[in-house]
């Protein structure tokens, strides 16, 4: 046996009594999940099971799940359907992507074709009676302006998403800046 083969044989043995040992000391601790998993009967003033099962609908963190507990499946919402009537929805803010007021069912999007800005290029606009894409489209991260739509707003569903009439699965209380302003002094 040569002398490098001795030290790999030696230095192998010492990895494996510390592994060995890493695993008797964190292996040692009781575990915890099992005591906790089971509903204990809740001392007076404790939260109940049931309560932290399902919680109420807007208080809960994870309200996707609706209230399902995580152990469960919960029946699938029914699909929201796609508002097509051309009405545009109030913006929350000035800066917010406008929701898109018709479907678009089998446009394309990719890299060879934009089906958007057949409609919504400034110079199509007027033949389709769109709205062109504003400036800030053509503008590069450096506030440049380029001759065609900037390629950080070229793919527009990152943004800009069809109408539909699912209700909000997370409740909020958002206030508009124009309801912030208007609101009396007293409050
Ligand atoms: C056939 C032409 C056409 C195509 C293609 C088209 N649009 Fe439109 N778009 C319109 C017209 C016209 C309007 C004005 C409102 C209306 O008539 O529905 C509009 C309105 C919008 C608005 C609302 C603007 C605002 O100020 O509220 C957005 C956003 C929008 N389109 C995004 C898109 C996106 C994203 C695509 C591609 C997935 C697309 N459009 C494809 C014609 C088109
Ligand atoms: C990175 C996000 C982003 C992408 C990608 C994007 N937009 Fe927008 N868009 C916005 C924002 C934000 C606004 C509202 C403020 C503004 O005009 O910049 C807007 C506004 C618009 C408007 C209304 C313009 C106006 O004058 O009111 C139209 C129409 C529109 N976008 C269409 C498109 C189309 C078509 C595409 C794809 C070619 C696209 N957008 C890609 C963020 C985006």
């Not at 009594?17 to 998993?37: D, I, K, M, Q, T």
């Not at 199509?124 to 065609?148: C, E, G, I, W």
Request: hydrophobic share 45%; net charge neutral.
């Amino acid at each position: 046996m040569s002398s490098k083969s001795v030290l790999v044989a030696v230095g192998l043995l010492v990895v494996t009594a510390l592994v060995f040992a890493a695993g008797w000391h964190f292996g040692s601790h009781p575990v915890r999940a099992v005591a906790s998993s089971a509903p204990a009967a809740a001392p007076d003033g404790a939260v109940a099971w049931q309560a932290i099962a399902a919680p109420l609908p807007g208080t809960q963190i994870d309200a996707v799940r609706r209230g399902v507990p995580v152990d469960q499946e919960g029946d699938p919402p029914p699909l929201a359907r796609v508002e097509n009537a051309d009405i545009k929805r109030l913006r929350a803010y000035p800066m917010q992507p406008p929701t898109i007021p018709h479907t678009i069912d089998g446009y394309q999007v990719d890299k060879n074709a934009n089906r958007c800005m057949l409609c919504h290029a400034r110079a199509n606009a007027a033949t389709f009676q769109a709205p062109p894409v504003s400036v800030t489209h053509y503008m590069d991260r450096d506030d440049q302006f380029l001759a065609t739509v900037s390629p950080r707003r070229y793919f527009c569903n990152q943004c800009h998403v069809v109408q539909t009439d699912a209700q909000p699965l997370v409740a909020n209380a958002f206030r508009d800046i124009d309801s912030l302003i208007a609101r009396p002094e007293a409050q």
